[in-house]
């Protein structure tokens, strides 16, 4: 199967991370995340708020520009 990715870089993100889910360093649930967030559904393309939605950790306020 050929996967679809929302943006090159966001390919070269969720191959590394495949590759880390195949060796064990991430969790199926983590992976699953990562496969939301960088393949497409259906021709859908990358905003930059859900990118910076899945890296904002719980409890940091977001930063102001």
Known sequence: ???A???EAMGAIHE?????HDVGAIDHKTM???NETCLTTG???LT???LK???R??????RRR
């Open 1 to 3: 199967m050929t996967k």
């Open 5 to 7: 990715y929302r943006s």
């Open 16 to 20: 590394t991370m495949q590759d880390m």
């Open 32 to 34: 699953a995340s990562f």
């Open 43 to 45: 021709g859908a393309t």
């Open 48 to 50: 930059l708020s859900p």
């Open 53 to 55: 939605t899945f890296w």
């Open 57 to 62: 950790r719980p409890g940091k306020p977001a």
